[in-house]
């Protein structure tokens, strides 16, 4: 772990990690698109997200994103969205639409959307030129044969039967597997590069392979699909991609994409672009740069699109959205803000070195946001009857409260205040432990924002359990009466019973209880970590002006915790407030 859980504030521009080279605004991306203005090789960047519409965008995109977006920004260019849609088995327009309200969300927008599925038939062209230079063969070797001829890390490759097909038969064949004479899997198209290459990617790597799959965009028009690397490099070059900033386990393919953007070398080839040129888009073709930089992993959770597909699928969760996924549906359900997300990618900064960030840093990043931008309200999530027997049954009144102590400019709000209140059970204990500084039989404490109140006597049911306090208020106590400031330990919240709205509090945690549940070891998964007290559900009050918030409207409740609306189920009538995170870190103390 490099990162120091303990910390709650990082200075702005500290990293996730010590050993990294760069950090945050000065990482050694943005230097390389610095040093290429400064040597005139590329006026403004141009870069793209270019996320698989497979599952559902994950805290790990969202550092992708605003390095992306952030760049463009930054420097005066343009990042477009592409979609990099060659898997159609897999694809799906619901996550195509989650995506794009992903990546708004997050506060950003493209110059251009686009799909690698545009860009098919260039693609195709482009496989034709690859054929007549002799740079790819009609293989028809089947997956098992390919991976048996295509060697291992100490062992060289062999070389496919069909390698030397010529030029015409080749060509014949490729148009064949297009217009859908051969079965899936039948004959591939591979490149013509080095079997013996010490990099795997190199041995002569399928372009193309049939799967006669309906496309979400393309429909039944192609039964032959581009794999990644190819259809990626092009796809860059097509969109005259300067920066094509991608994760470290592509630093093995950097050679393929290399190749085939130098092979088709589309910049110089516009007849290869003519059917995008037929649909009115601009030539914008130029030779791309691949930048690889770490991922971004968060302990306590699991970020694969494939282990959330399982979560979800096994109902393991409620849904993609559920508030405790580390998909960005589900912490923006939880609480999460656009800010909070920049921040962290700010904070873990852009490195090579990988690295595993606390979640703690992530909570930290949403409690420094929130703590400056979420007003307070007040909330009794274990509600005790607190009667005040020295004020009128019909006693009514309001008082005013700044919506957040340290920022005038949140103005105030008004809250009933009359004979009956609930507090919060766990502020009165019978018997104290030592230390105590809340209420006591007999002792006194500060209603926050109200005046000092006594404990005068314990109502208890039949079983013995506390069901009611009654006491007093000190009218000298009042605000602006004399004795305001007479010193007492504690203050504590509350509501008006009469008027507070009954609301559900969701009490969500870390999904899992370990901080590795990626760890297969004595041959448990990452499902066996689940942690059981990750939901929980608890009814209490809050004031007023907290029911009537706005589904994803924020707010501290003070003493408690930082919650939000709830974006699909809250209602003014019946208000329903997800905690996002606790005050403090509270995990800390139960590593300690
Ligand atoms: P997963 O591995 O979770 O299934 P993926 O990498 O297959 O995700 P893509 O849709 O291909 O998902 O990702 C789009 C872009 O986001 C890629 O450029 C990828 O490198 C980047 N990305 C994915 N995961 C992370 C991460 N954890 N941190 C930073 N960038 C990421
Ligand atoms: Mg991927």
């Known amino acids: 772990m490099s990162t120091d859980p303990g910390r709650t504030r990082l200075p702005a521009h500290d990293s996730g990690n010590p050993d990294a080279p760069a950090t945050g605004r000065q990482d050694f991306v943005r230097q390389i698109v ?28 969202s ?9 463009a920004e930054e420097f005066g260019g343009t990042c477009n969205l592409r979609f990099d849609d060659t898997n159609p088995a897999r694809e799906d327009p619901e996550f195509v639409q989650a995506i794009l309200d992903d990546v708004r969300w997050l506060g950003f927008d493209w110059a251009e959307l686009r799909h690698a599925s545009d860009y098919f038939d260039v693609f195709y062209r482009s496989a034709e030129k ?10 028809d070797l089947s997956a098992e044969e390919v ?66 799959v309906a ?27 300067t920066h094509s900033l991608c994760t470290l386990e592509f630093e093995d393919h950097r050679p393929l994409y290399d190749w085939c953007v130098d092979k088709v070398d589309i910049a110089h080839t516009p007849a290869l672009l003519a059917p995008l040129l037929a649909r009115g888009l601009p030539n914008q073709a130029a030779k791309p740069r691949q930048i690889e930089f770490s991922r971004l992993n968060i302990n306590y959770t699991v970020m694969s699109k494939r282990k959330l597909m399982t979560l979800v699928g ?115 204990a019978e018997v104290p432990p030592k230390g105590w500084k809340r209420l006591v039989p007999g002792g006194d404490v500060r209603l926050r924002g109200a005046g000092i109140v006594r404990c005068d006597e314990v109502v208890k049911n039949a079983a013995g359990e506390v ?8 009218p000298e106590s009042r605000p602006g009466m004399p004795g305001a400031d007479r010193k007492v330990k504690g203050t504590i919240h509350w509501v008006d019973s009469r008027h507070a709205m009954e609301a559900e509090f969701r009490l969500y945690d870390r999904l899992f209880s370990i901080a590795d549940p990626d760890d297969e070891s004595e041959g448990k998964t990452y499902r066996d970590h689940l942690n059981p007290d990750s939901r929980r559900s608890v009814r209490g009050y809050v004031e007023p002006a907290a029911a009537q918030a706005a589904p994803e409207q924020s707010f501290q409740f003070e003493r408690i915790g930082y919650f939000v609306a709830d974006r699909r189920d809250h209602r003014a009538d019946a208000p329903v407030f997800n905690r996002s995170v606790t005050l403090r870190d509270t995990w800390m103390q139960k590593a300690g």
């Open 34 to 61: 610095r040093d290429d203005r400064a040597s005139g090789r590329h006026a403004a960047p141009r870069t793209r997200f270019p996320p698989e519409p497979n599952g559902y965008l994950h805290i790990g995109h």
């Open 63 to 71: 550092k992708a994103i605003c390095l992306n977006f952030g760049i």
């Open 130 to 139: 690859l054929i007549a230079q002799g740079d790819a063969f009609v293989c």
């Open 147 to 212: 991976r048996a001829y295509r060697g291992t890390l100490t062992e060289p490759g062999r070389n496919s039967p069909d390698r030397d097909r010529s030029v015409e038969e080749n060509l014949d064949l490729f148009r064949r597997m297009r217009a859908g004479e051969f079965a899936d899997g039948a004959r591939t198209l591979r490149a013509k590069i080095d079997m013996a290459s010490g990099n795997i990617n190199l041995r002569d790597p399928t372009l193309y392979r049939i799967k006669k």
């Open 215 to 241: 496309h979400q965009n393309t429909g039944d028009a192609w039964p032959i699909y581009p794999m990644y690397d190819y259809a990626h490099s092009l796809s860059d070059a097509i969109e005259g991609i």
């Open 314 to 428: 096994e109902g393991l969760v409620d849904g993609w959205d559920d508030p405790r996924m580390p998909t960005l549906q589900g912490i923006r359900r939880r609480g999460y803000t656009p800010a909070s997300l920049r921040l962290l990618a700010e904070r873990v900064g852009i490195s090579k070195q990988n690295s595993v960030t606390d979640f703690s840093i992530l909570e930290a990043c949403l409690r420094d946001d929130l703590d400056a931008h979420a007003p307070r309200r007040m909330a009794v999530l274990d509600p005790l009857k607190f009667v005040l027997t020295n004020l009128a049954d019909d006693h009514a009144e309001t008082l005013t409260f700044a919506n957040h102590p340290k920022d005038e400019s949140f103005g105030k709000r008004e809250m009933p205040f009359s004979r009956e209140l609930w507090i919060e059970r766990e502020d009165f």
């Open 467 to 474: 069901v009611e306090l009654r006491g007093t208020l000190d």
